[in-house]
T-cell receptor
Framework: NAGVTQTPKFQVLKTGQSMTLQCAQD?????MSWYRQDPGMGLRLIHY???????DQGEVPNGYNVSRSTTEDFPLRLLSAAPSQTSVYFC?????????????FGQGTRLTVV | DAKTTQPPSMDCAEGRAANLPCNHS???????VYWYRQIHSQGPQYIIH???NNETNEMASLIITEDRKSSTLILPHATLRDTAVYYC???????????FGTGTRLKVLA
């Protein structure tokens, strides 16, 4: 059971470039979300999805797009990278019903925009 | 979601109990208290959660006050591997959203 898998683990972009951070989960979880973590800070929600075909914005959505065409995958797209988007990005998934609904997090993608 | 307040840092001697407090004075009746930890810069890891009763699992114990306005996470025999940032979060079970504060940085000392 792989859990939540994020790729790549590290990435350096030039300002203005675009890229997609990948996130996949194999637990058949309905909820998936993306967070960013800046140095010394807690995690902040970027976008989330409550099921395939349904996405919505979190507290810091500007400069990012998401889509959820399958239950398993939830990619995060940076449209035109800016230095302010230098951060560590975490993807998480959880069940919608039953049990503690704890979130499972990936190991993160460390992005540097120069 | 209710906000939480945690001390920014704590030290604990190896082998002793680590008691991490959390204040959540505006918690609602249907909000649970969750604890996560983040070791180095890895993804946060679930530890335990509870509503009003005290809870224990293989990792930790959670003590929630009767008025539910505060709680304490207890690591009964801290080891060096427990050095991490610990986050206390309140949320409604079944919702997607976690609001992370800055947590408590626990350092376990040899």
């Amino acid at each position: 059971n792989a859990g939540v898998t994020q790729t790549p683990k590290f990435q350096v972009l030039k300002t203005g470039q675009s890229m997609t951070l990948q996130c996949a989960q194999d637990m058949n979880h309905e909820y998936m979300s993306w967070y960013r973590q800046d140095p010394g800070m807690g995690l902040r929600l970027i976008h989330y999805s409550v099921g395939a075909g349904i996405t919505d914005q979190g507290e810091v959505p500007n400069g990012y797009n998401v889509s959820r065409s399958t239950t398993e995958d939830f990619p995060l797209r940076l449209l035109s990278a800016a230095p302010s988007q230098t951060s560590v990005y975490f993807c998480a998934s959880s069940r919608a019903q039953g049990g503690p609904n704890e979130a499972f997090f990936g190991q993160g993608t460390r992005l540097t925009v120069v | 979601d209710a906000k939480t307040t945690q001390p920014p840092s704590m030290d604990c001697a190896e082998g002793r109990a680590a008691n991490l407090p959390c204040n959540h004075s505006t918690i609602s009746g249907n909000e649970y208290v969750y604890w996560y930890r983040q070791i180095h810069s890895q993804g946060p890891q679930y530890i335990i959660h509870g509503l009003k009763n005290n809870e224990t699992n293989e990792m930790a114990s959670l003590i929630i006050t009767e008025d539910r306005k505060s709680s304490t996470l207890i690591l009964p025999h801290a080891t060096l591997r427990d050095t991490a940032v610990y986050y206390c979060i309140v949320r409604v079970v079944g919702t997607y959203k976690y609001i992370f504060g800055t947590g408590t940085r626990l350092k376990v000392l040899a």
